[in-house]
């Protein structure tokens, strides 16, 4: 698959990225650069193990510039079109939308999870980027957001593995706060310090209250190919490993978590994930799962996105890839299920359909475990409209707080 083309300013050079594993979404991006002079194609930086996913050329047409993924941020880097050699030239946050301005300059969107994104100034001659807005100050004054804190720990092959970490809102070492465990989609996706506009800002969950936790496990992106390639048949086995050892390493050495009182939320791979979390482990109080899948066999049949069950876990219909499906299946452990869960979904998801959900819901509830379901009838895969948006979140929240109270949950709906 090829993405991003780009011309140089001189209009000799045509730039791009290309993947080269068919059937595979999250194979590395490579940059492949076209000389329309000699008609070669040449690949630049070959050997860099991240992926990027944005280009732009520079005003001498002698350099690009990148955006890509790296250890739960996306940063810009500066590479030389004709060596391939790469310059970092943002250390954390999010960047995006990059433009060169002038000969020397770069004008981009940066955020972070603790600030929405305003446009800043990278020059050359110095290192540090300048901000030229501040478009939401006075929408954020008074408004709570806590900064990401980050920590590593040993994981699924021992491998490590990375992770944020946003103190609550009214945070008191003193006290107990529950937990609220974010598990991102893909799986080949990561948490990253960027400021969401979605359902998953983490400073939703920090500012209800919730010492608020997100593992990039086995399947992210920004830590090296090979860590991304880790998941495939294996959705059921390193993630689920890494979340749970991330769970300890936080309760083990936070003093101020209640690990009698947590929640783990997630949406597409993160719902198929809490479908496997409510299977294979109780040391959660409650789950929400959204848009996420029951049963990877009939997952797998229903599907728009055909090609991706096929390369992740492989065709019902062949013995041995159904194997891998079973193996991985989170309702082959329905009988497990015994915490109480939130489905969420949308009539027009063709990705994950809204049967996964429904099955999901209606075991639970003919087995009297709680359950509750929401139905969005205008909604695909995502939460889109504002006032579902707001919705959504009274709904989650109220779900996780009423059942990580302090006190016995005091409704079961």
């Known amino acids: 698959m090829a993405s991003a083309p780009a011309f140089s300013p001189d209009g000799r050079f045509l730039a791009w990225l290309q993947m080269e594993t068919p059937g595979y979404e999250s194979d590395i991006n490579r940059i492949f650069v076209y000389d329309t002079a000699t008609r070669q194609t040449t690949a630049v930086a070959y050997d860099w193990d991240l992926s990027p996913h944005s280009l732009v050329w520079s005003r001498d047409s002698k350099g690009l510039f990148a955006t890509a993924a790296s250890k739960g941020c996306n940063l810009i880097f500066a590479i030389d079109a004709a060596t391939g050699k790469r310059q970092n030239l943002t250390s954390s946050g999010a960047a995006s939308a990059v433009r060169p301005v002038g000969d020397d300059k770069l004008l981009y969107i940066h955020s972070n999870v603790d600030r929405p994104g305003d446009l800043f100034l990278l020059s050359s001659r110095t290192t540090t980027p300048r901000q030229m807005t501040q478009i939401n100050k006075d929408r954020l004054a008074g408004v709570h957001l806590s900064p990401a804190e980050e920590f590593w720990f040993a994981g699924a092959k021992g491998d490590r593995v990375h992770g944020w970490l946003l103190r609550p809102f009214g945070f008191d070492r003193r006290k107990k706060h529950p937990l609220a465990l ?23 969950y920090a500012g209800a209250g919730f010492a608020t936790v997100v593992i990039n496990f086995h399947g992210s992106s920004g830590y090296g190919q090979n860590f991304t390639d880790s998941v495939r048949h294996r959705w059921g086995d390193y993630p689920y490993v890494d979340l749970m050892r991330g769970v300890d390493y936080v309760t083990s050495r936070l003093g101020y978590i209640d690990k009698s009182r947590m929640a783990a939320l997630g949406g597409s791979f993160g719902g198929y994930m809490v479908n496997w979390l409510n299977g294979h482990t109780d040391r959660f109080r ?37 194997a891998v499906l079973e193996e991985n299946n989170p309702e082959r452990f329905a009988a497990s299920f015994k915490t109480p869960a939130l489905f969420v979904h949308g009539e027009r998801d063709y990705r994950v359909p809204l049967t996964e959900s429904l099955s999901a819901w209606s075991m639970m509830r003919r087995r009297g475990v709680p359950a509750r379901l929401v139905y969005f009838p205008d909604e695909d895969h995502w939460i889109n409209k504002i006032g579902n948006s707001v919705r959504w979140y009274t709904e989650v929240l109220d779900w996780i707080t009423q059942w990580t109270s302090t006190e016995a949950p005091y409704r079961i709906r």
């Open 286 to 322: 409650c789950l929400v799962s959204h848009d996420g899948k029951f049963s990877t066999v009939s997952g797998s049949y229903s599907t728009d996105e055909l090609w991706f069950p096929d390369w992740e876990l492989g065709k019902p219909w062949v013995p041995a890839a159904r």
């Open 182 to 204: 974010l598990i991102h989609g893909g799986p080949q996706q990561a948490g990253t310090q960027s400021f969401s506009h979605s359902l998953w800002n983490p400073n939703m």
